[in-house]
Structure formats: structure tokens, C-alpha cells
């Protein structure tokens, strides 16, 4: 550390990333929790020798054809619609965007990397403490006053809140944004995509690196009202405008529309984690039931 770091960075503990190991060789690789299986064949096909060529130029900064192919995917405008550099990259957004000078709420056992936004961006914390059994108290965020992440179904533990818990926690929750984070809910949980009409105080987060098998290509994105949206592309074009270069919009919008290719490594890998759980009762092992 420098004597020149900013006083109230010293003490801030960035996210510790999972080991990229150099040589995979026999290993099965687990720690970050990426797909076994290659992306759709479509992402393939769509970057062409024509589109490499075309690095030379800037990529559109509104990411509008993988918006679009996202807005079909959900029958939603393009305009409730945010694309980032990986779900890490909206979620960063939100906390300068919604929080600032205030708090955020979010449950003790949950993806590290919330409590690391919160130091750096100055955010008073509030972590609640799941239950005995893992699972998340809706009523601990039914009073909140302050912006709540919630990841759901929750890392690591890989236990949901139905969506009437969430649909709760938003209406108690009038004044203040609700972040539902759903990396993984392509794996047996309910998205709350369809409350966004309803409920205008919710942002949806979702990655293209575990279900769509992308997890290099660095994408994510976010789904709201326009107004919501609006206000993240405040923040994102403050600092970082061109943040997903012209291939990872193309390889984006490719697996989004390629609905075949993502539905056979999803039921796959659903497949093998009940085998594994099943495996691991049998030990003796205690497991909790993921979605």
C-alpha cells in the first residue's frame, strides 16, 4: 500500500476471485462455480472474420442488439433493459446509485462481493443473519429503509425465496429500491422479471457466466423499469460507457436466442447436482436443498 491511497481506502479488503489454475490437467474445476459445458454454437457463428476486423471501431455503447434479444426473451421493452460487464458490473452500479449517504441490507451468509461495494463506496452495512437452517427471513427486510440485496436463489448456500416473499418485501418496501441477484436461477428457481410492471422499486440481476456457459465473455445484465435503467446508465456512463466490447454484444445476443443449446447443459447440470446430493445423503453428510 501506497502512502498516496486515499485514508478512508485503507482498510478496504477487496473480493478475493476463485483460483484460475494455469494447467487444468485432471482437475475438475469447482471453485467458481463455471459451466462444464462450451457455450451455444450460435455464439460461435456470429463472430466472424468480419466482426474481428471490426475491433478497430468503438462498440455501440447502448449494447442494443443483446438488449433486444433480451427484451424478446422476456417480452419486455428494451428500454427496462441495462447490459454490463459481467452481473458484477450492475450490481457495482446500483450501490453509487441507489445508496450513497445511506445503507444497504443484505443477508449475512450471501455473495462476498456485496459487503465489498458497500466499504468502497462508503455505504453503512447491514448484513441480517439467516436462520438455523440457511434459509433467508423475509421479515427481516420488511422494514428496511434502505436498498436490499438479495440474492435469490442465495450463493453459496443455493436455497430461494418464492416469488410471494419477494413480492413482500417489495411492497413494504415502497421508498427503496429492492436488488434481487438471480446468477442462478436458471437452476431451479423463479425469476421476479415479470414483477418489474408492477413494482417499480425493483431491479432484477442476472449473469450470462453460469447457465449460458460465458463465463469469460464478461456479461450481465439488469432488468427494471425505465426509470431504474435510466438511472444506472447514469452512473455507468459517468465512468465506463464502452463496457462490453463489440464480441461479447454479439456472443450475448447469440446464446439469448439460441433457446435449444441453453436448455440441455441447464437440465444437465440440474441432473447432476441431484445425483451428487443424493450421493452425499447417503454418506451421511447433511445438504441443503438446493433449488
Known amino acids: 500500500m501506497s502512502r498516496f491511497l486515499s485514508s478512508r481506502l485503507q482498510g478496504l479488503e477487496p473480493y478475493v476471485p476463485g483460483e484460475q489454475p494455469k494447467n487444468m490437467g485432471e482437475l475438475i474445476k469447482l471453485n467458481t462455480n463455471e459451466s462444464p459445458y462450451p457455450p451455444s454454437p450460435a455464439v460461435l457463428d456470429a463472430i466472424t472474420r468480419e466482426q474481428v476486423a471490426d475491433l478497430r471501431l468503438y462498440p455501440d455503447t447502448t449494447a442494443a442488439a443483446l438488449r433486444q434479444a433480451v427484451a424478446d426473451r422476456y417480452g419486455i421493452g428494451a428500454d427496462c433493459v441495462i447490459c454490463g460487464n459481467g452481473s458484477d458490473e450492475i450490481l457495482s452500479l446500483a450501490f453509487p446509485a441507489f445508496c450513497l449517504g445511506g445503507a444497504a441490507r443484505f443477508a449475512d451468509i450471501t455473495y462476498g462481493f456485496y459487503k465489498v461495494w458497500a466499504d468502497l463506496y462508503g455505504v453503512v452495512k447491514h448484513p441480517m443473519p439467516l436462520r438455523e437452517d440457511f434459509t433467508l427471513d423475509p421479515t427481516d427486510y420488511w422494514t428496511a429503509d434502505e436498498t436490499c440485496f438479495i440474492a435469490n436463489p442465495n450463493a453459496p448456500t443455493g436455497i430461494a425465496l418464492p416469488v410471494k416473499d419477494i413480492e413482500e418485501i417489495l411492497r413494504r418496501n415502497p421508498d427503496n429500491v429492492v436488488v434481487v441477484d438471480e446468477a442462478y436461477v436458471d437452476f431451479g428457481g423463479e425469476s421476479v422479471v415479470p414483477l418489474i410492471t408492477k413494482y417499480p422499486n425493483l431491479l432484477v440481476v442476472q449473469t450470462f457466466s453460469k447457465s449460458r456457459s460465458l463465463a469469460g465473455g464478461r456479461l450481465g445484465l439488469g432488468i427494471a423499469c425505465p426509470e431504474l435503467i435510466d438511472d444506472l446508465n447514469r452512473v455507468r456512463g459517468s465512468f465506463h460507457p464502452y463496457n462490453l466490447n463489440r464480441l461479447s ?23 447432476t447436482r441431484e445425483k451428487t446430493r443424493s450421493a452425499l445423503l447417503e454418506m451421511g453428510c447433511t445438504v441443503t436443498q438446493s433449488c
Open 249 to 271: 454484444i454479439l456472443a450475448g445476443a447469440a446464446a439469448m436466442n439460441d433457446g435449444e443449446s441453453f436448455e440441455k447443459p441447464r437440465t444437465a447440470i440440474i441432473e
